[in-house]
């Protein structure tokens, strides 16, 4: 119930912020060319998104902000999960399961890549929820997310790999408008874990908290 309010509330978001979301993911499809560009474009939307959810005013020149600021780190991490991809997806082409040990691994191999892509959902909303967040410090907070909200990461994921899905059939949809979805989707779960968690005891908001306060938050 929990996941299916998220989804509820990012598509009454979209609904009224649609059009800056459209000119946003074009922005985000251009600037993911290069393909491990892609992590800072999806930080950019996450920041627009997540300014836009609190009211804040926002524009394109915070999307480009966060994709500026974020460049060196996202790329490093489109790298590392480009890398991820092929070595485990390389994995399940190469080792057809043909004994118990064979699906075993298979399991194993998915199971890290659906981890992974777990973490990168999270990772850009964690971010912006944390003073002075790094890399490691991130990581460490969003496995924490999955871990105290397993069912909804589970029924995030399902969504979006139905979404993607339709994506395929309608290549429109991700041109305008699928990846700023799910920056709408995974930056709403991490303020709704927060705010589901209850006010914070420091005089900062919640959302804005360092990492220690953050991992008792979440």
């Known amino acids: 119930m929990f996941a299916l309010k998220i989804w509820w509330r990012a598509c009454r978001h ?5 059009y800056i979301y459209i000119w946003a993911n074009l922005c985000f499809v251009i600037t993911a060319l290069p ?27 915070t999307f480009w902000s966060g994709v500026r ?4 780190r996202g790329s490093v991490l489109g790298a590392l999960t480009l890398l991820i991809l092929i070595i485990n997806g390389s994995n399940l082409i190469a080792y ?19 981890l992974w892509l777990a973490l990168m959902f999270y990772f850009w ?4 929820a944390m003073e002075k967040p790094t890399t490691i410090g991130v990581l460490r907070n969003a496995l924490l997310v999955i871990l105290r909200h397993p069912a909804s990461t589970l029924i995030h994921g399902i969504g ?8 395929l059939i309608l290549p429109f949809l991700a041109l305008l408008l699928t990846c700023s979805f799910a920056a709408i989707l995974s930056t709403g779960a991490v303020l709704s874990c927060l705010a589901k968690a ?13 990492h220690a306060d953050l991992q008792q938050a979440l």
């Open 14 to 18: 979209l609904q009224h912020r649609g």
């Open 35 to 61: 393909i491990v560009t892609a992590p800072a474009g999806f930080a950019g939307l996450v920041k627009l998104s997540r300014a836009l959810q609190r009211g804040e005013r926002a524009d394109l020149n």
């Open 69 to 72: 600021e974020n460049l060196g």
């Open 96 to 114: 057809a399961p043909v004994s118990v040990m064979d699906l075993s691994l298979h399991i194993v191999w998915i199971a890290a890549i659906a």
């Open 125 to 128: 909303p964690v971010y912006y």
């Open 160 to 167: 979006l790999i139905a979404l993607g899905i339709l994506s």
């Open 198 to 210: 209850g006010p914070s005891p420091s005089a900062a908001p919640v959302c804005s908290q360092g």
